[in-house]
């Protein structure tokens, strides 16, 4: 394989994508492998902002270490037939941050603009400074120097030591500095200066001596000789009168930090509504006893104060870490990002409301915490992790029956039903997927991560948002109208029963191109009747043939372009719960009565187990009415 001997640079440079119906992707090679990109859309020309790449007409991203040779590629959505007459093609390239401007001119004339350069960063060999022989012949680096590893990829460069200055490269490239030869030296030692190799000695003439300060010396006349000091009693006064005064000060000063400390959680507690949730507990029958207001040190103390050891996981909409309250149970606590103050009350609403929530596959909420500048979230801790984990992960892999996958995708699309239509106030997931569905020890579903739900008021069917969810399991229709309904979630489950199905990832850039999108090639395969090959062998193994048609064709159903033409959450669950419940007992017809008063029941307090473990991992935000 060619070797380059440069390397781009990851701070100087950004990958840049030009155009209105662009999606460009970067693959980097020999150096470090990775793929990135970045999405930029617009309706008009009138729509660009000029000198910023921020999604409309222009996007950016960060390229990481390493990367010496890159390939790009450019798509697009609606091949450019609704922005011909300004902007026909796409353009994408690596330039340097600060050299390139965004003009909204060069979306139909970028060709005409003068070349834009790139920063490349260089690094002799590619040994570092531990494996290469520096008293071998190859050696670079000169005397009175040293070897220093390359910021970015192999090799190794060279600097003078500390009190030189010159060429490191050449033999006797870095020579002395003579420091005493400087003025800034002269304001540091006032006594005599002595150049030494690399650095430099002050010290004070006869008659006179250091008086101690701290940034250099300075010298002064010893005082002439006086009577004899009560040394002792002076030392000994002054000594105890310090200690009382230190003494006295610490405890002046953490009264008025406590008394601090405490204002500054009432303040952060009015200000996250805390009188607006004791209001709505108050005036909500039930709610009393299953919210309920942790305070910031009782979480600290669950967490070892946030150690690093108790996080469970992280994702676009916090941290999640593991607690243990005094009384030996386990909570997950979520430490959100930064909340928009304006929606402190949506917040307040959506706490209450999901604290209501009381079905066995719907991981609890606990309470909350508000003394925080963020809010903090406490669910109940589910302890054997996720579905995506038994699915993909490796030592993990086919580790599911299909008797446990069925029963998992029953219990799942039970819960989404009851959130549509069960809840007292409708819920939409919206970002449902396997890393999101929890499981317990006995491998029962959990859907978890609220972060990114919608409550829907009861006179409408749909929201107007900006696009949030996961590339892969994202609602098309939703992402070309940001138009959200229950059929988005409906969707976002069709993947989940496709990975059930084949155990592949919804969305894999290391699979070929035709089989990169899950649903894709999942569709493909069922047009040309080679379902059969892609599915997981212990799925074909085990499963009914018509058990597994079945399913194969509610999740092509439920990925349907059109949102009208796709089942109900609820038919859904009735769907696969009548399969699961035949393929038990296939001599009992399935009452479909029965099937969905079981989705609409809450479970009783026996059903519960103390758990939990929430993902936050792999969250991919679309907004595409700011184009960020």
């Not at 949102?563 to 109900?568: A, H, I, L, M, Q």
């Amino acid at each position: 394989m060619k070797q380059y001997p440069y390397t781009f640079s990851d701070t100087l440079n950004r990958f840049t994508a030009i155009g209105c119906d662009t999606l460009a992707f970067i693959t980097g090679s020999n150096g470090h492998d990775y793929t990135g990109g970045c999405v930029s859309l617009c309706n008009s020309k009138g729509s660009i902002i000029n000198g910023t790449c921020s999604g409309i007409g222009c996007c950016q991203t960060l390229i990481p270490k390493g990367v010496k040779k890159f390939t790009t590629e450019l798509r697009s959505f609606y091949n450019h037939s609704r922005t011909w007459t300004f902007n026909p093609c796409s353009f994408a390239f690596i330039a340097v941050k600060d050299r390139y401007n965004f003009s909204g001119s060069d979306l139909l004339n970028f060709r005409d603009r003068k070349r834009i350069p790139a920063v490349m960063d260089w690094a002799i060999g590619n040994k570092s400074c531990e494996k290469v022989d520096q008293r071998g012949e190859d050696y670079a680096c000169g005397s009175n120097s040293h070897c220093l590893n390359a910021n970015n990829g192999p090799g190794y460069l060279c600097h003078c030591n500390k009190g030189y200055q010159g060429n490191p490269y050449l033999l006797n490239g870095c020579q002395d500095i003579d420091e005493c030869a400087h003025k800034n030296i002269s304001k540091v030692c006032e006594g005599i200066c002595t150049n030494t190799p690399g650095s430099y000695r002050c010290s004070c003439p006869p008659g006179t001596y250091d008086e101690g300060e701290q940034d250099g010396v300075r010298c002064i006349p010893f005082p002439p000789v006086k009577k004899e000091f009560p040394v002792l009693q002076v030392t000994l006064g002054t000594g105890l009168g310090l200690l009382f005064l230190l003494i006295g000060s610490s405890c002046l000063y953490w009264g008025v930090e406590k008394r601090r400390l405490i204002k500054l959680k009432a303040e952060f507690f009015e200000k996250n509504g805390g009188m607006l949730l004791q209001q709505q507990i108050s005036n909500r029958e039930g709610t009393v006893e299953s919210t309920k207001i942790f305070t910031a040190e009782e979480l600290k103390k669950a967490t070892n104060n946030y150690d690093e050891s108790r996080i469970l996981g992280r994702g676009g909409y916090g941290t999640v870490y593991k607690g243990i309250l005094p009384n030996h149970n386990i909570i997950a606590v979520k430490k959100s990002k930064l909340v928009d103050e304006t929606q402190i009350e949506q917040f307040i609403n959506e706490v209450v409301i999901l604290s209501q929530i009381n079905h066995r596959n719907v991981v609890k909420l606990l309470g909350c915490c508000l003394e925080t500048e963020v809010p903090l979230l406490i669910y109940e801790f589910v302890n054997n992790g996720t579905l995506f984990h038994h699915v993909h992960d490796e030592g993990h892999e086919a580790s599911l029956s299909w008797e446990t996958r069925l029963r998992i995708a029953a219990e799942t699309a039970g819960a989404l039903a009851y959130l549509h239509s069960a809840a007292s106030i409708p819920i939409i997931h919206r970002d449902i997927k396997s890393t999101n569905i929890l499981l317990d020890e006995n491998y029962r579903a959990r859907v978890s991560d609220f972060g990114a739900s919608r409550l829907v008021p009861l006179d409408q069917t749909q929201l107007t948002t900006l696009v949030q969810g996961t590339l892969g399991y994202l609602d098309p229709e939703y992402f070309q109208t940001s138009q959200l309904t229950e059929k988005s979630d409906v969707y976002s489950f069709g993947i989940v029963l496709m990975e059930l199905l084949t155990g592949k990832k919804a969305l894999s850039f290391e699979r070929p191109e035709e089989e990169r999108n899950l649903s894709t090639h999942f569709m493909s395969a069922m047009k040309q009747d080679r379902l059969f090959e892609i599915l997981e062998e212990r799925v074909v193994q085990e499963g009914s043939h018509e058990q597994i048609l079945e399913i194969a064709e509610l999740a092509k159903r439920c990925v349907r372009l059109k949102g009208d033409e796709r089942p109900t959450m609820k038919e859904v669950a009735m769907e696969v719960e009548g399969m699961r419940r035949l393929g038990q007992h296939p001599w009992v017809q399935q009452d479909s009565q029965d099937t969905e008063r079981l989705l609409a029941e809450p479970p009783d307090s026996s059903s519960y187990h103390t758990a939990g473990y929430d993902s936050l991992k792999d969250h991919v935000i679309l907004p595409l009415g700011s184009g960020r």
